[in-house]
Structure formats: C-alpha cells, structure tokens
C-alpha cells in the first residue's frame, strides 16, 4: 500500500523559509522511477500544481509564480522528497500534498497525472 506523507508545515511572516519532506512508502517502483509533485490548495480555490519531478529526470517543473523561490529535489535512497521554500508570500498560504505516480507522465504540473496522495500539510504565511 503506496502511502505519502507530509510534514513541516508552519506558520512563518512573509520572507521567511520553510522546507516541507513528503516520505514515501510503498511504491511499486523505486523513487527514481517515480514521478512526484508538490501540489498546493488554499481554501476556495483548485488544487493547483506547485512543482514536479519526472521519473528519472533531472529537470523540474514549477508553476510561474514559485519559480526562483521553490525548489523541488529528492533524495532516492531516504524516499524522501522536498520542497524548499524561499522569500515566502501570503498567497502561499495553503495546504501543500505530496503526490505520485510510477513512471512517466506527460503533464507532471496536472493532479489528473498522479494517483497517490499524501494527507496534506498546512503552510501559513503572515504580512
């Protein structure tokens, strides 16, 4: 049973930093042959695709209004992925989740591409 789960999510004043790690068990395929994403949805709103990286790809994909800011990596032999989040904005304030799917996907930024998820962590960011 493939389960995702995200931790370090915080309340921080805009500017500041947070880092979120989504652990991952039991994938059919190894993390490297897993294509996994950060996505974000703040209350009202859609889920919105925040960033991703392609089964053994070295490019990631972010959603313009993160990039320079987020930065997603992993780390293949913990199972673990991260997104870095710098120079933090009130309107990052959301409930972030981890998502995957084995293998390739053709649009790594759309929710429809991914069938696990994690249960989400709650990211808050003052003025």
């Known amino acids: 049973q493939v389960q995702l789960v995200e931790s370090g999510g915080a309340s921080v004043q805009a500017g500041g930093s947070l880092r979120l790690s989504c652990a991952a068990s039991?994938?059919?395929?190894?993390?490297?042959?897993?294509?996994m994403a950060w996505f974000r949805q703040a209350a009202g709103t859609e889920r919105e695709g925040v960033a991703a990286v392609r089964r053994g790809d070295r490019s990631a994909y972010y959603t313009d209004s993160v990039k320079g800011r987020f930065t997603i990596s992993r780390d293949n032999a913990k199972n673990l992925v991260y997104l870095q989040m710098d120079s933090l904005k009130p309107e990052d304030t959301a409930v972030y989740y981890c998502?995957?799917?084995?293998?390739?996907?053709?649009?790594?930024?759309?929710?429809?591409?991914?069938?696990?998820w994690g249960q989400g962590t709650q990211v808050t960011v003052s003025s």
């Open positions: 998502a995957a799917r084995s293998g390739w996907v053709s649009a790594p930024l759309s929710q429809y591409s991914y069938n696990y």
């Open positions: 039991g994938l059919t395929t190894s993390l490297n042959a897993t294509t």
